[in-house]
Structures are given as structure tokens and as C-alpha cells.
């Protein structure tokens, strides 16, 4: 395992991140091993938690900070199950660039964050005022500890991530978007990982960052080890499903990810998509199969070639020129999508604490202690107590 630093081990507030277990991972991490350490990217998170019914938020992330909103950045999609939306795709499959925040929510509350990136748009951006917005804006459900159907998110919260968004540590756990999320029948949320790839006397970044909820308890694997079979107490979702309840659990392995992988490799935007694909491989390593009910939607973007790919209103005739990654040299970058996606996934479990919400609902924090306990007899020997 390669050498930790602070913020590798915990998150900005002091909870530990996957790498404080003493978890094995593959690859160099970068700095924060964060989304933020591909520079310019920055990330803003407004939580709400009110009263028994209010778990959700919102997640802004910005390829080019708030000051490059309105400049391109070369993007793919790839979607496992379509069960979710992430709206602007088609123009992202149709141009392969966006130039909008991104931002995360709930499934009910897309139309808002989209009218919040607007409204944010509108006001620092007078120079796209007159052209037409197209936000970027995915959802995972968080009905299970969230009253969803209520107005609860406001336009003023996805200004206010987008306002908020900063570069460095990152806080994960049950914040932003992640905040009402489950993840293998555990407290989810959001996570993020990087991971240096050099290439060319350069030393380039790849980073993941997901809004984690899916899995059964069943599937959970860490550290190539099926942990998840040893783990199947407490499990309060498993329970309302067999008891009927009258507010019932989503069925088991529902709820949906969305991952975002930045990097500031240069890429073309159909090698983005062919790092959009690798993603599921990554979440594979946490055990995933991809159920029916979870809508697996995933983003790749390049802030590399900056100026490329601007539509032009001018008349002038001019040309585009991008530098890219040969095809036959991408691979090191595949491997570092698997392998922050994968620590990403954890650190969203780990980095995390029980959750009461609507109607009573709870869901457990991941039991670091007992994980542990399950490694050490599974043969990970450096892993540790946290």
C-alpha cells in the first residue's frame, strides 16, 4: 500500500476514510485523493437534516471552478441501467462537451437543482444569458430516510453548493446529494478518489467521485474478500421488506450511483466514454451485479484542451485543435478509473454513521470493527483497528 497522508486517512471533519482501516488499494493517490486534486475542479455541498422527515441535499461539482463555467470541458456518458437520469446527455452525446455545473440531488428534486444551476447561471454569467442552459444534473433516491415528495430542496440550495464549491479535502459520508443515501443496506453517500498516472515526463491525475446507493449487504466485497456474507445482521431494510411494512423498503439492491471521473489527461470525448465505461468494473470490485431497480449513470470529463470544442457564432471559419492520449497508451488510465472508483465506494461507507429518518427508518453505519475482524480472518494482514 502506497504512503498515507492526513487527508488520505480522514475527512476534512475527522472521520476516517477507507485508507484509516488500513484497507490495501491499488495505484498512487493524489494529494487530497479527491476529485479536487484534477485542478480547477471544485466541489460545494448544501446538507439539510430537519425534524424526522428532512435527509437530502445537494452536491455541485465544477470541471473549471465557478470562474470556467461557460468553458467547455471534452465529456462521455455511459449508462449500466437506465433506471435514473442525468439531465443534459443528449447534447453531451451529441456535442461530447459541457459547459454547465453539475450537480447531484434526489431523484425528486432534478428539476430543482436544474433551476438552481440556472439561476446561478443567469446571474454570474451574463455572457449566457442569451444562449440556451442546459444543466448537468443527476439523482440517486433517498425515499427510504428522505420525505422525497416534499418541496424541501430549493432552487437557492443548488446556488448555494455552486456559491460554496472549493478545491482540496472533500467531505464524504452523508452530506450534499449523498446525504440520505444507503449503500449494501449500509449509511452511503458520497465518496471520491484519485489516483496519479504518469505519462510523457507528465504526471496526470484521474479521479472518481460517487453519490453511492445500491447493493444488497449480501454482495459487499472489499479487498477482493466477500465480507458481506459475514455481515448480515442488523439489517433494518431486510426486515421492513419481510414484515410488509405499511412504508415499506425499496426492494433490495434498488436505489442507484451516480459516478463522475475527472481527469486532466488530455482525451478526446469518445475516450471519455471508454473511461465512463470502465466505471462498473470499479464498482464490480465492491461487489455490485447492477440490480433492475438501480439506475447506474455515469460521466467522464477532460478539462485538458481548454478552448477546444466552443461553438462558434462568429461566421469566422475556424479550426479546432485538441491533443490527445493515443489509443494504443490509454490503458494506465483505465486502470486508475477501477481503482479510485473502488476506494470511493468505501470511503462512502466508512467515512459514515447510523441514520434515523422518515417514518422511523434507520439505516446502520458499516461496522468498521467487525470488517476489520472479517479481513484479518480473510488473510488482509494490514489491516487495523480504527
Not at 475527522?14 to 480547477?40: H, M, Q, W
Not at 425528486?108 to 439561476?119: E, K, L, P, Q
Not at 456559491?163 to 464524504?172: C, L, Q, S
Amino acid at each position: 500500500m502506497t504512503a498515507t497522508t492526513p487527508a488520505h486517512l480522514h475527512t476534512p471533519s475527522g472521520k476516517p476514510r477507507a485508507r484509516a482501516l488500513g484497507i490495501p488499494f491499488d495505484g498512487t493517490p493524489g494529494p487530497a485523493n479527491a476529485i479536487t486534486d484534477v485542478s480547477g475542479v471544485q466541489v460545494g455541498t448544501v446538507t439539510l437534516v430537519e425534524g424526522e422527515d428532512v435527509r437530502t441535499g445537494v452536491t455541485a461539482v465544477l470541471p473549471r471552478g465557478r470562474d470556467g463555467v461557460g468553458v467547455p470541458v471534452a465529456a462521455g456518458l455511459y449508462s449500466l441501467n437506465g433506471n435514473g437520469e442525468l439531465t443534459g446527455s443528449h447534447w453531451i452525446e451529441e456535442a461530447g462537451q459541457f459547459h454547465t455545473p453539475l450537480l447531484l440531488t434526489n431523484t425528486h428534486a432534478v428539476g430543482t437543482a436544474h433551476r438552481g444551476a440556472i439561476d446561478w447561471m443567469v446571474a454570474n454569467k451574463p455572457e449566457l444569458r442569451e444562449g440556451w442552459l442546459l444543466p448537468v444534473v443527476g439523482e440517486t433516491y433517498d425515499g427510504y430516510l428522505n420525505d422525497i415528495n416534499a418541496p424541501h430542496l430549493q432552487p437557492e440550495h443548488a446556488v448555494a453548493a455552486i456559491d460554496g464549491a472549493g478545491t482540496g479535502p472533500v467531505e464524504e459520508g452523508s452530506v450534499g446529494g449523498g446525504t440520505g443515501m444507503n449503500c449494501y443496506a449500509y449509511k452511503g453517500g458520497n465518496g471520491t478518489a484519485s489516483r496519479r498516472v504518469p505519462y510523457g515526463g507528465e504526471d496526470f491525475t484521474v479521479a472518481a467521485f460517487v453519490q453511492a446507493n445500491f447493493g444488497s449487504r449480501h454482495e459487499l466485497t472489499v479487498a477482493g474478500r466477500p465480507v458481506g456474507r459475514g455481515l448480515l445482521a442488523d439489517n433494518p431494510m431486510q426486515e421492513s421488506r419481510q414484515a410488509n411494512a405499511a412504508v415499506a423498503a425499496p426492494p433490495e439492491g434498488s436505489g442507484s450511483v451516480i459516478v463522475v471521473i475527472a481527469t486532466d489527461a488530455p482525451l478526446l470525448p469518445h475516450q471519455c466514454k471508454a473511461l465512463a465505461r470502465r466505471i462498473p468494473l470499479g464498482l464490480a470490485r465492491t461487489g455490485t451485479t447492477g440490480s433492475h431497480f438501480s439506475g447506474d449513470i455515469f460521466l467522464a470529463f477532460s478539462t485538458a484542451n481548454e478552448g477546444a470544442l466552443a461553438s462558434s457564432f462568429s461566421g469566422e471559419e475556424t479550426y479546432d485543435s485538441m491533443r490527445a492520449i493515443p489509443a494504443g497508451r490509454i490503458n494506465p488510465f483505465y486502470d486508475a478509473v477501477v481503482q479510485s472508483v473502488e476506494e470511493a465506494v468505501l470511503n462512502a461507507l466508512v467515512a459514515n454513521e447510523e441514520m434515523t429518518g422518515r417514518a422511523g427508518h434507520r439505516t446502520p453505519a458499516l461496522p468498521v470493527a467487525r470488517l476489520v475482524r472479517l479481513l484479518a480472518e480473510q488473510g488482509v494482514e494490514t489491516v487495523r483497528q480504527p
